[in-house]
């Protein structure tokens, strides 16, 4: 079901990686029991193998044999040390007595002759593993060197071998006292740790249902206090993002507020309009002339209110994350071209010198990542803007600027109006607002479009006066506005 949703679960995650060890350790821990519980088994038994070798070792006499030479071995075991040798009955017992010159004299031949490792030192106690008919054996063996035959390097070799029965029992009785109680310790190990994880991720759970509790306009920051130090960070970037959220829905709520106030004007025009030459039909003391008065302020209106329609529209494709995202290479020269030749007319109509410098559309060596019809909404507001506020006779300029550097691509539009005050260029980009002293018939919305564009791409936008502000004061004409935008360049193949 978690994977069928794409959800995980910290429970089920922080529970998998406590047991998880634990399910590996306990097999290690079974083999090194294991290993421990041999070596606790194999000392007494060793020894005890040992006293054994060394009690044989100390019968150990050199006789000559009737008729033969002298120095020849002998060896003889009593036989009551052979019977207690045999009288295990839970194992086997085995020896085996070598001569000086290692010729069998006593004992079990199947015991194997080991090697000596020189130099060999007598009575030293030495012990192997090894195999007497397929059964496996623990040997204890020493060389000796009997009285009489101190300086000789020659000695006899004493050993003797135990099956390991009684050694297995006692690794399986250790190994049973260890393992036995993990069986129940483990499940109660899982069983605490459950417990733990539920317990510690309860404020999780109580968070959770204080968060869905909430009601959908309640924004308020959620209380840190009664959390958990690890889930603090988390609820900080939620307060965090409430915060932006509740600024974000205040500002769509002051924005639509505006907007809504900014068409009544157009509106109630519209239907004042209307109304009046409705009344004039209707008392049959209209005139031509009024009626094209009246259309002619209809249509006026109309047009405010399409343009304010537009401007919103505008406002929303360039708040558009997903809609700016799709971007292609732009050729800045050739929007800024084309804008200037769509406001020659209206230009020419307000009596303004409206021109382009720069680099021609198929000249430019630098182009712009970004939308082309953001980008071209960019330039159209710019210049609406500056046509809206320059008075007649004015000029208004836009230049697209190359970088010799190739890092930047530059786009200024200046024009010879009455300029903004440096205390006011933060503020013109606010949504409705205009400066204060200013009559002009315009949405109010130009420049907040054209920011918001210039955030999508990651651009920067800045505002001065196009002459010196002394100078502008001495001739009696404005200091102008320039505003300048810096794009990253896209470089052109070439």
Known sequence: MAAESGHRSLFGEILDWMLAPLLVIWPISVALTWLVAQGIANKPYDRELGEMARTLGLQVAIEPAPGERAGRSRYALAPEAAALLRADESDTVYYQVLGLRGEFLSGDRQLAVP???PPVVPWELHFRDDEINNEAVRVAYLWVAPEGTAGSDRMMLVQVAETLGKRSRLTNEIIKGVILPQFVILPLAVLLVWLALARGIAPLNELQRRIRSRDSSDLSPIDEHRIPDEVAPLVEAINDLLERLD???????HFLADAAHQLKTPLAGLRTQAELAQREIDEGRSSPADLRRS?????LSSQRAAHMVNQLLAMARAEDQEHAARRAEVSLPALAIETVRDFVPRAMEKRLDLGYEGPESDQAGLSVLGHPLLIRELIRNLVDNALLYTPPGGTITVRVVEDPFGQVCVLQVEDSGPGIAEAEREKVFQPFYRALGTNVDGSGLGL???????????A????????????????????????TVRFAAHPQPH
């Open 460 to 483: 920067e936008i800045t505002v001065d006066d196009t002459r010196p502000r002394r100078v502008a004061d001495h001739d009696g004409h404005g200091p102008g506005a320039r505003f």
């Open 115 to 117: 090697e000596p490792e």
């Open 295 to 299: 259309l002619q302020q209809i249509a």
């Open 448 to 458: 907040a479009i054209v920011k918001e564009i210039v955030q999508q791409h990651d």
């Open 247 to 253: 600024q974000s829905i205040r500002a769509q709520k």
